[in-house]
């Protein structure tokens, strides 16, 4: 149950039978970016404007930006990305599966497209203010950014999603495709207006075609 056959060739975890999601996710993070494809934890399609995708995560994206991004601040291994707290309140620890929308440079092919894997650590929503102090040396936000996110008033709460361990796919799905995966397992077709929960074989179906060789 090791998805794209990590370690396989050295028999290494081969026949390993692990009952406890706990224990398994601490495994899978340590042999990152090894993943067990029967790991039983939720999996969330995350939407992301292609700005902030090359801004906290994702290095091919921003090289496409004339200004690019700041690596200290983007490439590092924990970062934090703020949305609105509906309609899914997402539940930690859970993987991510980064869907960047449409954006100026349409051309690229990493719009409207899966780019990426990363590991969800927390899901805190709070007031602007409070989450502002909590996560502000993760550094990529600023405090305008927020502000505008909580429709400029400092009671409405807003989320943050506090994730790490982020996996760069060198094959990006494009929306046509996920949908593609989603109908043959009986799910509705999606725009990733906002996030979708999925089950396991819809991220291991995923996963492998963002890695694959």
């Known amino acids: 149950n090791i998805t794209n056959g990590y370690l ?18 601490s495994i899978e993070r340590i042999l990152f970016p090894l993943k067990f494809s029967d790991l039983d934890i939720p999996t969330y399609i995350v939407p992301i404007k292609p700005f902030w995708a090359g801004q906290l995560f994702d290095y ?9 991004s700041t690596p200290e601040l983007s490439w590092n291994r924990e970062n934090v990305y703020y949305r609105s707290i509906k309609p899914v309140s997402e539940k930690a620890p859970a993987r991510i599966l980064w869907y960047v929308s449409s954006g ?42 927020i502000y505008d996110l909580a429709k400029k008033d400092i009671e409405n709460p807003i989320k943050a999603l506090e994730f790490s361990d982020t996996e760069i796919f060198n094959n990006p799905i494009p929306l046509l495709k ?16 906002c996030p979708l929960m999925v089950n396991n074989d819809i991220f291991n179906l995923l996963y492998s075609l963002g890695t694959k060789k």
């Open 8 to 25: 396989d060739n050295e028999g290494i975890l081969k026949n390993l039978n692990i009952k406890n999601a706990s224990f398994k996710l």
């Open 104 to 145: 100026n440079n349409d051309y690229s092919n990493r719009r409207s497209c899966i780019v990426g894997c990363s590991y969800l650590d927390e899901a805190i929503i709070d007031k602007p203010k409070l989450l502002f102090q909590k996560f502000k040396s993760f550094g990529i936000y600023k405090w305008k950014d």
């Open 60 to 68: 091919i994206i921003a090289g496409e930006n004339l200004f690019g």
């Open 178 to 193: 996920v949908n593609e995966i989603l109908t043959i397992n009986n799910r509705k077709k999606n725009t990733f207006a």
